[in-house]
Structures are given as structure tokens and as C-alpha cells.
Nanobody
Framework: EVQLQAYGGGLVQPGGSLRLSCVVY????????IGWFRQAPGKEREGVACISSRDGAVYYADSMKGQFTMSADNAKTTVYLQRNSLKPEDTAVYYCALDEEPFVCSMNGYLEGAYWGQGTLVTVSS
């Protein structure tokens, strides 16, 4: 069974940085994509970025371009999300999800059928 586990959340001061990790266990897919999503308090879940297992291409949601950097290990079973200059509005639960590339990279925050991690809370506050 495919499982995703996100790590790295916590309390961060404004202006600080975060680096989240997501590890995929039990992977049996051929081609797939892994995406990062976030849900701020009282808001809908939104896509941040995704990475393709085929060629390692990274795609960002339009609203997230220039703010986040997504990367992965060579095996594409551990992905990372880096964000500098954090703001209080970056406070959210950050999720990772795995599915076929067209679905994950649609940045739809409510993918049905995808494998979702449990989320990791990032709180940006002084």
C-alpha cells in the first residue's frame, strides 16, 4: 500500500525558512507525480507545486511561483518543499499527495483517488 509521510512542520518566526520533506512508502507506480498542497485556517486546500517522476520537471501553481522551491531525490520517493521569507499567511497544514501527473499537477486540492499524506502544520508567528 502506498503511504506518504510529511515531515518538517513547526513554529517558525516571520522571515524564517521552512524545508518540508515527504517520503513515499510502498511505491508500485510506474509514472506518477507528487505534489505539495496547503490549507490555511478557514480556507480551501490549494496546490503549491508538483514534480513529475518521468523527467523531474517541477510545476508551480501560478500564485506560488517565485515563493517555493520543490525538489526531489534521484529516486523521486522523497520530495522537499523549501520556502524562505515566511509570512504569517503561510501558516497552514501542508500536505503531499501522489497520483498520475495530470491529476496531481492540476493543483486541485481535493483530488479523489490520490494518495495523501497526513499533513504537517506550519505556524508562522512571532
Amino acid at each position: 500500500e502506498v503511504q506518504l509521510q510529511a515531515y518538517g512542520g513547526g513554529l517558525v518566526q516571520p522571515g524564517g525558512s521552512l524545508r518540508l520533506s515527504c517520503v513515499v512508502y510502498g511505491l508500485t507506480f510506474g509514472d506518477y507525480a507528487i505534489g505539495w498542497f496547503r490549507q490555511a485556517p478557514g480556507k480551501e486546500r490549494e496546490g503549491v507545486a508538483c514534480i513529475s517522476s518521468r523527467d523531474g520537471a517541477v510545476y508551480y501553481a501560478d500564485s506560488m511561483k517565485g515563493q517555493f522551491t520543490m525538489s526531489a531525490d534521484n529516486a523521486k520517493t522523497t520530495v522537499y518543499l523549501q520556502r524562505n521569507s515566511l509570512k504569517p499567511e503561510d501558516t497552514a497544514v501542508y500536505y503531499c499527495a501522489l497520483d498520475e501527473e495530470p491529476f496531481v499537477c492540476s493543483m486541485n486540492g481535493y483530488l479523489e483517488g490520490a494518495y495523501w499524506g497526513q499533513g504537517t502544520l506550519v505556524t508562522v508567528s512571532s
